[in-house]
């Protein structure tokens, strides 16, 4: 049923730690540098991969 709100509902939660990412640490700077690291990482890697595929750098 519908209750007051009250000073819980409304603790401070950083931007990070809302949506999908709903766990403790999402936002915490070793997961965020683990997250950065793989993405960039995955893109750099598709970017070589294409590259080669189309031009036979190698």
Do not use: C
């Amino acid at each position: 049923m519908f209750h007051p709100a009250i000073e819980e509902d409304y603790k401070a939660v950083s931007d990070l730690n809302r949506g999908i990412m709903k766990f403790e640490g999402a936002d915490s700077p070793k997961a965020v540098t683990i997250s950065t690291v793989l993405l960039l990482g995955s893109i750099a890697a598709l970017i070589i991969w294409a590259l080669q595929a189309a031009y036979a750098l190698n």
